[in-house]
């Protein structure tokens, strides 16, 4: 696609519910990134995969936090069990692999957990 | 570790000139970035410096020094649109492997 596209833009949940959020990279981006922001915050790193590779998950806050990409295309970030804390705009970006390449972001999942 | 520092605000008057200053200490260097978010928006790259010296597009310029682990983003003939979230990142490489880790953010305010 001509950008980063990332569904659904808001998510309200109820706490203790699981809830899915998906990214869809530009095309030919081997590398994908999921980041957390809170309100008034900068930009948490959760998970980065690239190509092949097995992900970075250094960043995953807890056990309750996971992701794939399916054939090196779409991504999917799964919370189970949200919690208050979760609450939360979870960005995706995505990029080429070289020296110089530009990470571009989507527009974000606003996440509410009531 | 990985650590990036920058101002968290700063306000400026509209025609004016101001440099907000990121400093940070990371292993693999590959590359230091500077972002633009506006309130409610996704991060919008503005430049990129991965050799010392000063990089400059239009109204913005960055400029960095590898062995000060310094960087800042010069920002000249302010205008109201100015008005946002200044991201600096640095982008790291491990084994073929690359992350962009981000600073909090300078919230910049353009005044009339």
């Known amino acids: 696609g001509a950008g980063v596209s990332q569904s659904p833009s808001n998510k309200v949940t109820e706490k203790g519910k699981d809830v899915e959020l998906r990214c869809d990279p530009i095309?030919?981006?081997?590398?994908l990134y999921w980041y957390r922001q809170s309100l008034g915050q900068g930009l948490e790193f959760l998970i980065y995969?690239?190509?092949?590779?097995?992900?970075?998950k250094s960043g995953l806050p807890s056990d309750r936090f996971s992701a794939e990409r399916t054939g090196g295309s779409v991504s999917t970030l799964t919370i189970q069990r949200t919690q208050q804390e979760d609450s939360a705009v979870y960005l995706c970006?995505?990029?080429?692999?070289?020296?110089?390449?530009?990470?571009?972001f989507g527009q974000g999942t606003r996440l509410t957990v009531v | 570790g990985q650590n990036i520092d920058q101002p968290t605000e700063m306000t400026a008057t509209e025609g004016a000139i101001v440099q907000i200053n990121c400093t940070y200490q990371?292993?693999?260097?590959?590359?230091l970035f500077w972002y633009q978010q506006h309130a409610g928006e996704a991060p919008t790259f503005l430049s990129y410096?991965?050799?010392?010296g000063l990089e400059e597009t239009g109204r913005f310029s960055s400029f960095l020094s590898r062995s000060k682990g310094y960087s800042y983003l010069l920002l000249k003939e302010l205008q109201m649109k100015d008005s946002a979230s200044y991201l600096c990142?640095?982008?790291?490489?491990?084994?073929?492997?690359?992350?962009?880790?981000f600073g909090t953010g300078t919230r910049l305010k353009v005044l009339a």
């Open positions: 970006a995505s990029s080429l692999v070289g020296d110089g390449a530009e990470a571009f």
């Open positions: 095309s030919g981006h081997t590398a």
């Open positions: 995969f690239q190509g092949n590779s097995a992900p970075d």
């Open positions: 990371t292993s693999g260097f590959n590359g």
């Open positions: 410096n991965v050799l010392d």
């Open positions: 990142a640095v982008r790291s490489t491990t084994s073929g492997t690359y992350k962009y880790i």
